[in-house]
């Protein structure tokens, strides 16, 4: 008996099922040839180089520090001229300027007078005369609980002792988890030498940028697997807000479950913007038990607005950790000069209390004039309780950016080309740089950080003003 035919509506469905099977493959096959292309691409590059004489790690070190470089170098070779009014108001740069004024006589007298060992080798990661003070210094006045000089290890800045810190707990290839938005040059730090992915930690916006335990555990299976630590700058870079108990206290129960290091930046610790109050160290924390995954750093850089100085300091209780770090710091012995001026500086209270209110009566000062402009122009923003930077939400601004006189909802992409377009229209435009989210890992277009610190107040009040008029005007061109 022959066998009946299919009926029409089955020979329909597989016609579809084929054509959508042809789809695929050819979608994959693009896939496949568009990787091809960019492996072509990657090798002419290596080739090119390798012909220079260069490696693979010299290839890393090729690429830029800064997604937006161009904006910071135009800032440092055309510096704002008051007599003039010409040049770059540089506002992407997290640098204290208002403090030198009272710092350089203190620094200039901490020299004048140098002990004989700062011409002397000595312990690579810090004399002892040096970590002796700046251990009752961290104690006192950082993390709040008894910190030993020798677990303490000294570098040229806290850029230098975090790639000291991660060669020495990573391989190349492992990923730091890093609560996003995060410091732009965290990327260029952790990739140039020791070769390691960065996992954006989600931070809740909706929860005033919390770090919960959905986002760490996500970043982890985003990790695949190769999850070595999580780095917590704390106060946070750009948001300007101090973590709280709980958050830190979920951070170290939720490393200790995965064996994951857990590594703070504190670098901002000292850096209240009025009479801010609510930092908590991870050393404070756990009273100082930090076991042997858990480490600390601070710096002079932004407390202390000497970033020229290149002093950093990790603590730990990792005692092969430690001797690694004494080996690694042979490449990034502070110098001895340095390193008397600092002991000097560092163990006189009474300089350091009345620098430290001044510092924050400034800070704050500048805060305020930025956000008063922001309130004028109903441009929302964070207000950061520590540092010296607003986290800002210049959303609403793209559309007059991208200026097709339409009022519709615009896809992700064309708005963080907008983003990018608003960068280079202050730029240009202004002579005004600021950092744009997308270089920090912002989820969302249309945010920048406004480093409020890195100009002299009359100069931050003249690219506001420029700032608040050239937004005016593209509204009311947009009316």
Not at 204 to 212: I, N, Q
Not at 224 to 231: E, I, M
Request: hydrophobic share 45%.
């Amino acid at each position: 008996m022959a066998a009946k035919p299919p009926p029409p509506y089955a020979v329909i469905i597989t016609a579809l099922g084929f054509v959508a099977a042809a789809a695929v493959v050819q979608q994959a096959r693009q896939r496949k040839e568009r990787k091809r292309q960019r492996r072509r691409e990657r090798k002419a590059k290596e080739l090119a180089l390798s012909q220079e004489g260069i490696s693979s790690r010299g290839l890393r070190l090729n690429q830029p520090p800064l997604p937006y470089i161009g904006g910071l170098i135009a800032g440092f070779e055309r510096p704002y001229d008051r007599a003039t009014g010409e040049g770059v108001v540089l506002l992407a740069v997290a640098e204290n300027k208002l403090a030198w004024r009272t710092l350089k006589p203190k620094v200039e007298a901490c020299l004048t007078d140098l002990p004989d060992w700062v011409a002397n080798y000595g312990p690579m990661e810090g004399q002892d005369a040096l970590r002796a003070p700046l251990a009752a210094f961290l104690s006192a006045r950082v993390v709040k609980t008894n910190v030993d000089a020798a677990h303490l290890s000294c570098a040229t800045g806290v850029g230098a002792a975090l790639n000291n810190l991660f060669f020495a707990i990573c391989e190349a290839g492992d990923a730091v988890l890093i609560p996003a938005p995060y410091y732009s040059a965290f990327d260029s730090d952790l990739r140039a030498v020791c070769d390691l992915r960065r996992v954006p930690v989600r931070l809740d916006r909706e929860k005033g940028y919390a770090l919960t335990r959905a986002a760490l555990d996500a970043a982890y299976r985003a990790a695949g697997g190769r999850a070595k630590a999580l780095l917590l700058t704390n106060p946070h870079n750009p948001t300007g807000r101090a973590l709280s108990r709980r958050e830190l206290e979920l951070a170290v129960d939720w490393c200790d479950r995965r064996r994951l290091h857990l590594v703070s930046d504190e670098i901002y610790a000292l850096s209240a913007v009025g009479d801010a109050d609510g930092f908590l160290s991870l050393g404070e924390l756990t009273g100082g038990d930090l076991g042997p995954r858990r480490h600390v750093l601070w710096g002079l850089s932004k407390d202390f607005g000497m970033s020229g100085l290149r002093f950093g300091v990790t603590w730990t209780k990792n005692e092969k950790l430690l001797s690694a770090l004494a080996t690694a710091a042979v490449f990034t012995c502070v110098p001895g000069p340095c390193q008397a001026m600092v002991a000097a500086l560092l163990s006189d209270g009474a300089f350091v209390d009345a620098y430290l209110a001044e510092n924050s009566r400034a800070l704050a000062a500048s805060r305020d004039a930025c956000a008063a402009v922001l309130d004028r122009l109903r441009l929302p923003y964070l207000r950061p309780r520590y540092g010296m930077f607003l986290w800002c939400d210049f959303s609403s601004l793209l559309p007059l950016i991208i200026g097709d006189g339409k009022r519709r909802a615009y896809s992700r992409d064309a708005l963080f080309e907008a983003e990018a377009s608003l960068y280079d229209a202050l730029l240009n435009e202004l002579r005004v740089v600021l950092t744009p989210g997308a270089s920090q890992h912002a989820p969302e277009p249309g945010f920048f950080r406004i480093c409020f610190a890195f100009v002299e107040r009359d100069v931050l009040l003249v690219a506001l003003a420029k700032f608040e008029a050239w937004v005016g005007r593209k509204r009311g061109e947009d009316e």
